[in-house]
């Protein structure tokens, strides 16, 4: 199973980028994805998630700036982030788990894209 994590880059604050993930080795129709970010010298934090059949919910500090999305056919997850701010600097990481609500510790991790927001 691999979760492929990718999109991510330098850009300005104000600017946007998307995410994506490609998942592969199993079909995740029926999980929740979603994605977490760990700045340096921080924890990881969960920022989006959506289950199956659509339903988005995302972290207060993300709301009406990052917009998460999902093709189950493709097995893809994907984070438009807009309106980037210096503490959105962060490695980005997709998730998967099979419960209907992401937790905390999701059952699939995938790799790490570097997001970096320059004032």
């Known amino acids: 199973v691999q979760l492929q994590a990718s999109g991510g880059g330098l850009v300005q604050a104000g600017g946007s980028l998307r995410l994506s993930c490609a998942a592969s080795?199993?079909?995740?129709?029926?999980?929740?994805m979603g994605w977490f970010r760990q700045a340096p010298g921080k924890e990881r934090e969960f920022v989006a998630a959506i289950t199956w059949s659509g339903i988005q919910y995302s972290a207060d500090s993300v709301k009406g700036r990052f917009t998460i999305s999902r093709d189950n056919a493709k097995n893809t997850v994907n984070l438009q982030v807009n309106s980037l701010k210096p503490e959105d600097t962060a490695v980005y990481y997709c998730a998967a788990d099979p419960r209907a609500v992401m937790p905390a510790k999701p059952t699939y991790w995938g790799q790490g894209t570097q997001v970096t927001v320059s004032s």
């Open positions: 080795g199993h079909t995740f129709s029926n999980y929740v």
